[in-house]
């Protein structure tokens, strides 16, 4: 006979970030993975280059994870951690400058930003939060 069970596993890991800004979210943001995956206090002080992203305007929890999923792309690329240099949202494109620092190896191995749960919201007493859930 057969069977099928959803068992526990801990492989996510779920963020809230609040910033008084759209732009200082994502930057913060970014800054939370990188600092999950490095330790940002002894990265190579010189920088790897800057990278300009740009994704297409899809609504504010899915700009986000297009944003996160690209940055980690590149980081596992680059085998370096990024931060926000630049961000601006257009009408129909958002784009943003991310400058990148090389690391002896990750701490933690995130695969994915998912979209599950994600959330962008704009706060009633001003600021923004976000809350995403990272596939570790």
Same mark, same amino acid.
């Given at each position: 006979m057969a069977s099928v069970k959803i068992l526990d596993h801990l492989?996510?890991?779920? @963020?809230?970030i609040q910033a008084e800004s759209l732009e200082k979210l994502y930057a913060e943001a970014v800054? /939370?993975? +990188?600092?999950? @995956? $490095?330790?940002v206090s002894s990265l190579a002080k010189e920088s790897r280059g800057r990278e300009v992203v740009r994704w297409e305007r899809i609504g504010p929890s899915e700009d986000l994870i297009e #944003?996160? +999923?690209? /940055? !980690? +792309?590149? @980081?596992? !690329?680059k085998k370096a951690v990024? #931060?926000?240099?630049?961000?601006? #949202?257009?009408?129909d494109c958002h784009? $943003? +400058?991310?400058? #990148? =620092?090389?690391?002896?190896? =990750?701490? @933690?191995?995130i695969k994915a930003v998912t979209y599950h749960e994600a959330l962008v919201e704009e706060l009633e007493k001003g600021g923004w939060r976000s809350v995403f859930i990272l596939d570790i």
């Open positions: 492989s996510d890991l779920k @963020m809230e800054k /939370a993975v +990188s600092e999950l @995956m $490095a330790e #944003f996160l +999923s690209e /940055a !980690l +792309s590149l @980081m596992h !690329l990024c #931060f926000v240099e630049w961000i601006r #949202f257009g009408e784009e $943003a +400058s991310l400058e #990148f =620092f090389r690391t002896d190896g =990750f701490k @933690m191995d």
